[in-house]
Each structure stands twice: as C-alpha cells, then as structure tokens.
C-alpha cells in the first residue's frame, strides 16, 4: 500500500495531506470534505480534485490544517492535494493540468502580511492625516 505525505503552506496556515490507496474519502480536519465552511473554501478544496479525475476515486487523502483563517488554510490544503495527487500519479500530464489552472496549486504563494509598525493606529502603514491650510 502506497502512502504519501505532502504539505503546503499559506500565509500563517500549514497543511498536512496523507494520500493513501483507497475509495475516494477526502477529509479536512477530520471531518469530510462536503461539510466544510464556507463555501468558498469548500470549491477551493475540492478543484484539484475536480482537476485528477478518476484518480481522486482511487485514493483517501487526510489533511490536517494548523494556523492561518479559513481561506488561507484551504488555500494551503489545496496545495497539499494537488502536490500529494501528483506525487502518486507520477504524471507529468496532471502536472501541466493543475500549472495551467493555476501555478498556485503546485507551487507556494510565500507573500506575508506586513508587520503593524508602532504609533499607527494599529495598521501597518496607516499614518496620522495632516491638515495643511
């Protein structure tokens, strides 16, 4: 029985997948994929499954998730599908299919959020407004 593990990260949010041989179960956070919120992390997550095809029916992946919010961390649990699918497959024609979707799904977006600067309100650029008269 063929195991794989893979991680993908995004922004704060790291994810772990384990790919193993199986009947097409996919669960995030150990519960299954359909009941995950909101929505839109949901399509996230499930393109690269949408992407493989019948290879998606042939295996069971677990993803675990620390960090990060909603979005960033199905952002960061796609990753990790699409880098575990194409792991197994061997496929350099799945490959190209989830580059030419989007270079996002193989390769880490590694963009952070700016660091809050002292004295401004809290934000990271936001200044004091001068009124000049």
Do not use: C, H
Not at 50 to 79: F, T, Y
Request: proline residues 4%; aromatic residues 4%.
């Amino acid at each position: 029985m063929k195991v794989i593990n893979t991680s993908g990260k995004r922004k704060k949010a790291i994810a772990r997948a384990v790919l193993r041989e199986g009947t097409g179960k996919v669960r995030f956070n150990k519960i299954p994929i359909e009941l995950v919120k909101p929505k839109m992390a949901l399509l996230k997550l499930k393109e690269p499954l949408v992407l493989a095809g019948d290879l998606a029916n042939k295996v069971d992946i677990d993803v675990d998730v620390n960090g990060g919010g909603s979005i960033s961390g199905a952002e960061a649990g796609r990753l990790a599908i699409a880098k575990a699918l194409v792991s197994y497959s061997k496929s350099e024609k799945l490959k190209q299919v989830f580059l030419a979707y989007d270079r996002n799904m193989l390769i880490a977006d590694v963009r952070q959020r700016e660091p809050r600067k002292p004295n401004n309100r809290g934000k990271a650029r936001q200044k004091k407004q001068l009124s000049k008269r």
